[in-house]
């Protein structure tokens, strides 16, 4: 077997890196786009926004209760 028949480690590792760093990218403006649609809904709709965050409060403080 040929030595100039094998892919060379470094270059796939840079394919690798270069494909990571990508959809790193890509997921870093995906959650900002949540973010910014969160907080639009948030001040469009804040009360609905209030009960949600008081009724999940609600339900993990009677579920992680000490007793």
Known sequence: MASGTL???????????QECED?????AQF????????????KRRPGV???VLFGLGFF???K???W
């Open 7 to 17: 892919p060379d480690t470094r270059e796939i590792a840079g394919e690798i890196q």
């Open 23 to 27: 959809q790193a990218e890509d997921f």
């Open 31 to 42: 959650m900002s786009e949540v973010g910014d649609s969160l907080q639009k809904y948030c």
């Open 49 to 51: 926004v209030a009960g």
């Open 60 to 62: 993990c403080g009677w």
């Open 64 to 66: 992680l209760r000490p």
